[in-house]
């Protein structure tokens, strides 16, 4: 069997690559959607200490922190069918994928708001504003902006994280990659060629997260 050079064996491999790369994607952004969800609504619950919603979304962030993602998708997928609840590969992948971010998310939510100054809550209260209402119009704006570098990271981290829903038959970047390994029996510089290519991924975010801090700098200093 005549082997490819490594210029034209990446060549021939890049377009199905590259769809796996753009479900990578696909499943990065709908995973951190769903975490930047679940991470706000568990932030508020540990922030206004409401009976038992309190204490169990502490238990939700200590578990989902406290398990491998590989065998929380693992539960997700093969565990769930056993008890009536089934989802396809997709769906275990986002939703494995979503709610473990959203833990890590929720400390990162909860530190920003805790990282505003007391004072712009007692203000708010004595202008008459709820508490929803603050944390709406005053302290989550400015939560954000402390929140931006760790979100960014976070979503950069989701992308290489995405790799492991290849066990459930996602065919994202990594399955892509060895399936045309199989075919090929060249597995280093496709390997090298995947690393590539979630550099590429996470270096454009790294990017865009660059460019929106200084744009919420300069509004918060204006």
Request: with cysteine; proline share 5%.
């Amino acid at each position: 069997m005549d082997l490819q050079g490594p210029t034209e064996l990446i060549q021939s491999a890049l377009p199905t690559m590259l769809a796996g790369a753009g479900i990578t994607l696909a499943l990065a952004l709908a995973s951190i959607v769903l975490g930047s969800v679940v991470g706000t609504l568990v932030a508020v619950l540990r922030l206004t200490r409401v009976a038992v919603l309190s204490p169990l979304a502490t238990l939700y962030v200590s578990c989902m922190r406290g398990t491998p993602l590989l065998v929380q998708l693992f539960v997700i997928y093969f565990g769930l069918p056993s008890i009536g609840i089934q989802f396809d590969p997709v769906s275990a992948g986002i939703l494995g994928l979503g709610l473990n971010v959203g833990a890590y998310l929720s400390e990162t939510i909860r530190g920003a708001i805790n990282g505003v100054e007391r004072g712009q809550w007692n203000a708010a209260r004595s202008l008459g504003l709820t508490q929803a209402q603050t944390l709406r119009y005053i302290v989550g704006p400015q939560a954000l902006r402390l929140a931006v570098p760790s979100l960014s990271n976070s979503l950069i981290s989701l992308i290489k994280d995405t790799s492991l829903v290849s066990v459930i038959a996602v065919s994202e970047l990594m399955l892509a990659t060895r399936e045309v390994i199989a075919t090929t029996f060249q597995p280093f510089p496709l390997y090298l060629a995947a690393a590539g290519i979630y550099w590429a991924m996470s270096a454009f975010f790294e990017a865009l997260q660059k460019r929106l801090e200084r744009r919420l700098n300069r509004s918060y200093q204006h």
